[in-house]
C-alpha cells in the first residue's frame, strides 16, 4: 500500500512517524511517501486496520481494508465400486455385499441402493451394501441389477442366480439333495 502526504512547516529535529498494530501489515516505509506491505488473507473473513501518520502532536489515520480469502474449492463427490459389478449365486440364494467408497461427502445427500426384481430383499445401506437373495424356486436362472446412486453418480452391480435343478429324483438346490 502507498500513502501519499503532504507536510508543510517542517519543524527541524521533528521526524514523521508511521504504525501499525496488526501483524498482517509490514514493511512501514516512511519516506517521500509511505509504503506498507499487506500478508495474504488465508481466512475466509475480511480484515481492517489503521496505519496512524504522527508529525509531532499532528496525526492522522489511514484506514486498511481486506477482502476476505475466496472460500477453499469443495472437491466433487466420487462414488467408486470396489467389488465386483457382478454377483453370482446358487439357486438357494444367500447373502450379498457390495463394497464401494464414497469421498467428498456432501452433507445432506445420501447413498441409495434400489432393485426392481422381489427376489432381491432387505437391502441396507452402511459402510457397504448388504442385501438378500431369495431362493429360486423355479427352473429358469435369472438376473437382475442393484442401482446404487449418490446425487447424480452411479453405478450397476449385476445379481445372477442359477436356476432349481431338477432330477431323477425330484428337484435339488445346487450341490445338496432335498429331501420332500
Not at 1 to 24: D, F, K, P, Q, S
Not at 42 to 58: D, F, H, I, Q, S
Not at 92 to 106: F, H, K, S, W
Amino acid at each position: 500500500g502507498v500513502i501519499e502526504y503532504t507536510l508543510e512547516n517542517a519543524v527541524e529535529g521533528v521526524e514523521l512517524r508511521a504504525e501499525c498494530e496488526a501483524e498482517w501489515v509490514t514493511n512501514l516505509t516512511v519516506s517521500e511517501t509511505i509504503t506498507f506491505a499487506v500478508a495474504k488473507n488465508e481466512v475466509e473473513e475480511p480484515r481492517a486496520t489503521k496505519v496512524v501518520v504522527a508529525y509531532g502532536e499532528l496525526s492522522f489515520e489511514v484506514a486498511v481494508n481486506q477482502a476476505a480469502a475466496e472460500p477453499a474449492p469443495v472437491p466433487d463427490p466420487v462414488l467408486t465400486l470396489t467389488s465386483e459389478a457382478t454377483l453370482s449365486f446358487e439357486a438357494d440364494g444367500g447373502e450379498g455385499v457390495i463394497e464401494y467408497t464414497l469421498e467428498n461427502a456432501v452433507e445432506g445427500v445420501e447413498l441409495r441402493a434400489e432393485c426392481e426384481a422381489e427376489w432381491i430383499t432387505n437391502i441396507v445401506v452402511g459402510d457397504a451394501i448388504t442385501f438378500d437373495v431369495v431362493a429360486n424356486e423355479t427352473i429358469e436362472s435369472r438376473q437382475t441389477m442393484i442401482v446404487v446412486a449418490y446425487n447424480s453418480l452411479s453405478f450397476e452391480v449385476v445379481v445372477k442366480q442359477k436356476a432349481k435343478k431338477v432330477g431323477l429324483d425330484g428337484p435339488s438346490y445346487g450341490e445338496e439333495d432335498v429331501e420332500w
